[in-house]
């Protein structure tokens, strides 16, 4: 087969196939990426990075996206004069929250969700 000048073999296609079905496989059976979602709780730990005006949902997804990540701090600020939400972002690379012994603070206006990571398969 010859496609845009490029010659394409019937075989490579199946290989390319036959690795792409594997690697899907592969990646499920590695395991989700869950998180226990805490409300008006915070545990201390170390913050590597922040980042403001996020949704909930894209903080998440960032810290599920960062291998060091192991939990992430939402929190925000409700003002009534202005139509916007100020939201703040902590991705933490350290966490006191895996410790049974450990004691959360309260906190208002925050979600602390710590990263689990399940077995699937």
Same mark, same amino acid.
């Given at each position: 087969m010859k496609t845009a000048g490029v010659v394409l073999h019937s075989g490579s296609w199946s290989r390319w196939s036959l690795f792409l079905l594997l690697?899907?496989?592969?990646?499920? #059976? /590695? *395991?989700?990426?869950a998180f226990e979602k805490l409300t008006e709780l915070d545990y201390k *730990?170390?913050? !590597? !990075?922040?980042v403001k005006n996020l949704t909930l !949902?894209?903080?998440? *997804?960032?810290?599920?996206?960062? @291998?060091?990540? %192991?939990a992430?701090?939402?929190?925000? #600020? /409700?003002?009534? /004069?202005? @139509?916007? %939400?100020?939201?703040i972002c902590q991705l933490q690379n350290e966490t006191t929250a895996n410790n049974p012994a450990a004691t959360p603070q309260r906190s208002v206006n925050l979600y602390y969700m710590v990263k689990m990571q399940i077995r699937s398969g």
């Open positions: 690697w899907t496989n592969f990646a499920s #059976v /590695l *395991g989700r990426t *730990g170390t913050t !590597y !990075y922040t !949902y894209e903080c998440q *997804g960032w810290c599920r996206e960062e @291998p060091e990540c %192991q992430a701090s939402f929190s925000f #600020v /409700l003002n009534p /004069l202005t @139509p916007i %939400q100020e939201t």
